[in-house]
């Protein structure tokens, strides 16, 4: 089992920035996943970016890449989602995620373990 807190949503201008955390408590295994996923109203849940645990290489959706920066302290079983120059279009609840295994896996129903949500709301 693994339980993840997430923190760090509000709301900001457009070109404004936020970063995210995710706190993972519980029980490890090898070869996780920290994803970040989104859902915006009426939208289905989509893939934001995910970090590997182990050797920390980073995967990011073409909508958010040079503007999202994820990254881990594993001493703090914590993850982050810098997010700068945000646009209205990033406008979503986005969820933290954990799965095991050796594929970084972008479709949210492989994903087992998830946060409750945060809020960003990137007004115009």
């Known amino acids: 089992q693994v339980q993840l807190v997430e923190s760090g949503g509000g709301l900001v201008q457009a070109g404004g920035s936020l970063r995210l955390s995710c706190a993972a408590s519980g029980r490890f295994f090898s070869d996780l996943n920290l994803a970040w996923f989104r859902q915006a109203p009426g939208k289905e849940r989509e893939f934001v970016s995910i970090i590997r645990w182990t050797g920390g290489n980073t995967y990011y959706a073409d909508s958010v890449k040079g503007r999202f920066t994820v990254s881990s302290d594993n001493a703090k079983n914590t993850y982050y989602l810098q997010m700068d120059s945000l646009k209205p279009e990033d406008t979503a609840v986005y969820y933290c995620?954990?799965?095991?295994?050796?594929?970084?896996?972008?479709?949210?129903?492989?994903?087992?373990?998830w946060g409750q949500g945060t809020q960003v709301t990137v007004s115009s």
């Open positions: 995620a954990v799965r095991g295994g050796v594929v970084p896996a972008t479709n949210p129903n492989q994903y087992l373990y």
